[in-house]
């Protein structure tokens, strides 16, 4: 029976969903793949009751230098030390997996080509939409297509308070409070609520699309802190919904993208995509239009994201 070793980097809500994933169906995971893959490390600042207490360590090197891990799950979060940990795993001849949008949004040519260069496989599915399989079908099903344009409700937390507003009337403040309490949005809700995340998504999405890196920080964006009940009345006069939109457009080779609230008609598609959930609807010359809808977040839709990866890899020892 052949063996995939894993080393966590971060056992968080993310980490940690991989994690059981990869233990409580792992009989499930072996059968299909011929693979028995096992968790040997797992990389965190304190002590975690849940998890067996010889597979603890907060020496990084223990998982990135150790010649018996053939795996890294990185779901620390941030940009640094994150990248850097990536890097030096992939020149150790460590496969990468990873979740974590603001580094891959932000040294996604960096960390492409160290892969390449060291022969090994830097997957990161679980960076846009959460559960959704967007990457894996841009890459696969959907690749021999020329892409013309993507539009995508990419950030759960924003999509919750648009909805709570659009049906409850309820203002922005307190349907924030709420998402908060719910544990939908962040106490510093900055990143989701102005358009940050959504903008690191679609950074990585334009560069699997369209085949051309466009920085985050290169990327027009406007949050839903300013969206008012008089907008979403007005929108509604129009048979418009209010949604933050990530949206980007290849025509002439010219990209054109943007992050802000956007009127979608009410028969649009992703006008439908309520409360937490994401869609991507991409289009295609060869299939169409396609909308790709699902769980954007959460330990077990995300970790469920990180496990496909490492199934990918498992298939192709």
Same mark, same amino acid.
């Given at each position: 029976?052949?063996? %995939?070793?894993?080393?966590?980097?971060?056992?968080?809500?993310? *980490?940690g969903? =991989?994690?059981?994933?990869?233990?409580?169906?792992?009989?499930?995971?072996?059968?299909?793949?011929?693979?028995?893959?096992?968790?040997?490390?797992?990389?965190?600042?304190?002590?975690?009751?849940?998890?067996?207490? &010889?597979?603890?360590?907060?020496?990084?090197?223990?998982? %990135?230098?150790?010649?018996?891990? &053939? !795996?890294?799950?990185?779901?620390?979060?941030?940009?640094? $030390?994150?990248?850097?940990?990536?890097?030096?795993?992939?020149k150790?001849?460590?496969?990468?997996?990873?979740?974590?949008?603001?580094a891959v949004? +932000?040294? @996604?040519?960096?960390?492409v080509?160290? #892969?390449?260069?060291?022969?090994?496989?830097?997957?990161?599915?679980?960076?846009?939409?959460?559960?959704?399989?967007?990457? /894996?079908?841009?890459?696969?099903?959907?690749?021999?297509?020329?892409?013309?344009?993507?539009?995508?409700?990419?950030?759960?937390? /924003?999509? @919750?308070?648009?909805?709570?507003?659009?049906?409850?009337?309820?203002? @922005?403040?307190?349907?924030?409070?709420? +998402?908060?309490?719910? *544990?939908?949005?962040?106490?510093?809700?900055? #990143?989701?609520?102005?358009?940050?995340?959504?903008?690191?998504?679609?950074?990585?999405?334009? +560069?699997?699309?369209?085949?051309?890196?466009?920085? $985050?920080?290169?990327?027009? /964006?406007? *949050?839903?802190?300013?969206?008012?009940?008089?907008?979403?009345?007005?929108? =509604?006069?129009?048979?418009?919904?209010?949604?933050?939109?990530?949206? +980007?457009?290849?025509?002439?080779?010219?990209i054109s993208?943007?992050?802000?609230?956007?009127? !979608?008609?009410?028969?649009?598609?992703?006008?439908?995509?309520?409360?937490?959930?994401? =869609? !991507? @609807?991409?289009?295609?010359?060869?299939?169409?239009?396609?909308?790709?809808?699902?769980?954007?977040? *959460?330990?077990?839709?995300?970790?469920? #994201?990180?496990?496909?990866d490492?199934?990918?890899? #498992?298939?192709?020892?």
């Amino acid at each position: 029976m052949k063996k %995939l070793t894993v080393g966590i980097l971060g056992p968080g809500t993310v *980490g940690g969903g =991989a994690y059981q994933i990869l233990v409580n169906n792992h009989d499930l995971i072996q059968k299909r793949t011929g693979v028995s893959i096992e968790v040997v490390k797992l990389l965190t600042r304190r002590p975690r009751s849940e998890y067996p207490a &010889d597979l603890l360590t907060d020496d990084p090197d223990e998982i %990135l230098n150790d010649p018996n891990v &053939d !795996v890294v799950i990185e779901t620390m979060g941030g940009i640094q $030390p994150a990248t850097s940990f990536m890097i030096q795993a992939m020149k150790k001849g460590k496969h990468v997996v990873t979740a974590n949008k603001a580094a891959v949004a +932000a040294s @996604y040519e960096e960390l492409v080509m160290t #892969a390449s260069e060291n022969g090994v496989k830097f997957l990161f599915e679980a960076s846009v939409g959460g559960g959704i399989p967007v990457l /894996t079908s841009i890459q696969n099903p959907l690749s021999g297509n020329n892409f013309t344009e993507v539009m995508g409700i990419l950030n759960g937390t /924003t999509n @919750y308070i648009l909805t709570k507003m659009t049906e409850d009337g309820a203002d @922005y403040e307190n349907v924030l409070k709420d +998402a908060q309490a719910r *544990g939908f949005a962040e106490a510093d809700p900055t #990143a989701d609520v102005e358009g940050i995340d959504a903008a690191n998504k679609l950074s990585i999405l334009i +560069a699997l699309l369209f085949g051309k890196y466009i920085a $985050p920080s290169d990327i027009p /964006t406007k *949050g839903i802190s300013h969206v008012t009940g008089q907008d979403i009345a007005e929108a =509604a006069d129009e048979n418009c919904i209010i949604k933050l939109i990530a949206h +980007a457009v290849l025509k002439d080779g010219k990209i054109s993208c943007s992050v802000a609230p956007e009127k !979608v008609p009410i028969s649009h598609p992703l006008a439908g995509v309520s409360n937490e959930f994401n =869609a !991507v @609807y991409i289009t295609g010359d060869m299939v169409g239009e396609v909308m790709l809808y699902g769980k954007g977040a *959460g330990a077990l839709p995300t970790g469920s #994201a990180i496990v496909g990866d490492i199934i990918d890899i #498992a298939k192709n020892l």
